[in-house]
């Protein structure tokens, strides 16, 4: 079974940065676009940033300047360089691959199960 799995959240002091990355269990070979989504406390699971598998980026714009998501086709991982952290981004981060295909998986969406990160002082 393909997995996705997340990794790199924690707690960070207002101002710091995180790198998250989200790996999949089993190599690639095509899918549409992944991406990372946040959900925290009470509000709805958004959408943060999300690349294509031609390399086209979109973020929220409450995040735009300040991350990064890029992509590592050599590892089958995805990434989220995250900057000038502030508390209103503590949340849950999760991976999703839209349209993922692997040697076992027919295109498939699919989701990790998230990493915590946390910004306080």
């Known amino acids: 079974q393909v997995h996705l799995v997340e990794s790199g959240g924690g707690l960070v002091r207002p101002g710091g940065s995180l790198r998250l990355s989200c790996a999949a269990s089993?190599?690639?070979?095509?899918?549409?676009?992944m991406g990372w989504y946040r959900q925290a406390p009470g509000k709805q699971r958004e959408l943060v940033a999300r690349?294509?598998?031609?390399?086209?980026?979109n973020y929220v714009e409450s995040v735009k300047g300040r991350f990064t998501i890029s992509r590592d086709s050599a590892k089958n991982t995805i990434y989220l360089q995250m900057n000038s952290l502030k508390p209103e981004d503590t949340a849950v981060y999760f991976c999703?691959?839209?349209?993922?295909?692997?040697?076992?998986?027919?295109?498939?969406?699919?989701w990790g199960r998230g990493t915590q990160v946390t910004v306080s002082s």
């Open positions: 999703k691959a839209v349209g993922i295909m692997t040697m076992t998986l027919p295109p498939s969406d699919l």
């Open positions: 089993e190599s690639i070979i095509s899918f549409n676009n």
């Open positions: 690349i294509t598998a031609l390399g086209a980026t």
